[in-house]
């Protein structure tokens, strides 16, 4: 639907840092090449001048003061409105959404959104003892940065030591294989195909972090490079966040874009966007395995972009942990067998994943994509939490075909909060059935402990310690222990809640 205030992506940049460059460059500068590269590549000066809108991703690898005014500074540009958003996985596609809704109501003229990180940098240094020439963060941006931490954990999760993503999503991905009706072997089989296909993905783009192309066994098999994490992640199964990479796209309407006398070829529309959240909390969703906010997210952006799914072409899941991209696959409808891909990158564990930014690269891909075959339709799913805020962006060479100036959820999200459960109980005592759980390894391969998430007879839901030696543990691990029936316990002394293995 042609509209004066159409919004449409008119530019887009990524940049990788090599690995062992000497002098590299701090989180907000290499953001700011990323800016200029994106800028250089739609229409150089002229479009500079008129950016008036800066959105960023808030970087997590180094702090900075006021990080949309020090970037404004670097790129020369004086916006009137800047915004940083807080540190979550679906914020570059719910700046996209959010930024087609003020183009599209007049808000804003030209709109740049940016984001990056320097972890891997930051990280050689601490290990080798190198001096960076960063510029050293004030007290007060300090205290302001923690603002931008979202606790996506419940206080008794927390207790749980479940602050760690890995063993989240690792409680999911039991759940999840529990359903699928799969043996343990079978399940990590399925994983490292998939993972493989996203590794071969990975090594051929040239902005990718791990260029090596690792097979499925080389994924799913412990070593003493592939160190397992917890039951069932080895260490390339996980996001790798120690990378450094930026990205930037620069937004505004069809009319600017025509008055700028920017090629028509360059224009990569928002065609279909949602943000949507599941309950915020693990232990007090129904199912832990599932994702109503992708569910309706996904059908909401096709039917805005007036499209079914089988016209997508390409798609690019969030792929932080394999559950991820498995639940992603199943709420959106996209077949087990489908043929398409479900990555452009080659995903978070192979391609790289930069904090709040990794889905902004997935963004200028498929910018590029559309730039090169005009028509290609991509759908993106950005993730952050705990499968929890959910957004999904739909690119192509059309308009949407229902403007974005008239979307509203308050009604599909209450839907989805109105389904959570009671909170947890603390202290329990009776029969546990088991929903999720994980065991924990420490550094030299060998399991420490565990925790289950599960419910009473009762149908209330309570998290537990797997406490045991390294001998039961391996024993433990070789069993699916979803479904099964332990008998739990509270425990004065740990204040926590465990599993009683022997009776």
């Known amino acids: 639907m042609h509209q004066k205030n159409t919004p449409v992506i008119i530019g887009a940049a990524q940049v990788t840092q090599k690995k062992n460059i000497k002098l590299p460059l701090d989180p907000i500068n290499l953001v700011a090449k990323a800016c200029n590269k994106a800028i250089a590549n739609t229409f150089g000066e002229k479009l500079r001048n008129g950016i008036d809108t800066i959105y ?20 020369g540009i004086k916006p009137h409105h800047k915004y940083i958003a807080p540190i979550s996985g679906n914020i570059p596609q719910l ?71 890995t063993f989240i999503y690792a409680l999911i991905e039991t759940a999840l294989r529990a359903t699928s009706k799969k043996s343990l072997k079978e399940h990590m089989k399925f994983i490292g195909k998939r993972y493989e296909r996203f590794s071969e993905i990975a090594s051929k783009n040239p902005y990718s972090w791990e ?15 592939n160190r397992i994490i917890c039951h069932p992640y ?44 599941n309950i915020f909390y693990l232990a007090q969703r129904p199912q832990l395995y599932d994702s109503p906010a ?20 390409v798609f690019d899941l969030y792929s932080c942990f394999p559950c ?27 391609f790289g994943g930069p904090f709040s930014s ?48 008239n979307i509203d959820y308050i009604k599909i999200q209450e839907k989805i909060n109105a389904q959570a459960l009671p909170e947890p109980i603390e202290q329990a005592n009776g029969k546990f059935i088991i929903d999720a759980y994980t065991i924990i390894y420490n550094r030299t391969n060998l399991p ?23 001998e039961t543990l391996l024993k433990l691990e070789q069993q699916e222990l979803v479904g099964r029936i332990f008998r739990v316990t509270y425990d004065p002394e740990l204040k926590s809640n465990k599993l009683v293995l022997y009776s």
């Open 324 to 350: 991820m991209v498995e639940i992603a696959r199943r709420e959106i409808g996209i077949p087990d067998d489908d043929p398409r891909d479900l990555t452009i990158t080659g995903g978070l564990s192979f």
């Open 234 to 277: 080895p260490k390339r199964m996980v996001a790798n966040l120690y990378v450094d990479q930026s990205a930037a796209l620069v937004m505004t309407s069809e009319d600017i874009a025509d008055k700028l006398g920017i090629d028509r070829k360059l224009w990569v529309y928002p065609m279909g966007g949602a943000d949507l959240k």
């Open 358 to 405: 990794y889905s902004m690269h997935s963004i200028v891909s498929a910018v590029d994509l559309i730039q090169s075959n005009p028509s290609i339709k991509v759908m993106i799913l950005a993730n952050g939490g705990y499968n929890t805020s959910e957004s999904i962006g739909i690119y192509g060479n059309i308009p949407p075909y229902k403007p974005w100036n």
């Open 211 to 225: 260029q090596n192309q690792f097979n499925s066994e080389e994924i799913i098999t412990p070593s003493s490079i």
């Open 294 to 313: 992708i569910r309706e997210a996904s059908r909401l952006a096709l039917k805005q972009a007036g499209l079914k799914l089988n016209e997508i072409d």
């Open 95 to 165: 700046l996209v959404n959010k930024a087609a809704k003020a183009i599209s109501l007049g808000e804003t003229k030209i709109i740049l959104i940016a984001g990056g990180e320097a972890s891997y940098s930051k990280y050689r240094a601490k290990k080798k003892g190198i001096s960076l020439n960063w510029p050293k963060p004030p007290p007060k941006a300090i205290n302001e940065a923690r603002k931008a931490i979202i606790f996506y954990l419940s206080q008794l999760e927390n207790q749980y030591k479940l602050t760690n993503p």
């Open 56 to 75: 960023m991703s808030t970087i997590s690898s180094w702090i900075y003061e006021d990080p949309p005014s020090k970037l404004s500074d670097l790129l």
């Open 448 to 470: 420490e402990w565990g925790v289950a998430m599960g419910h009473l007879e009762s149908g209330e839901r309570t998290l537990a310690f797997i406490i045991a030696d390294s």
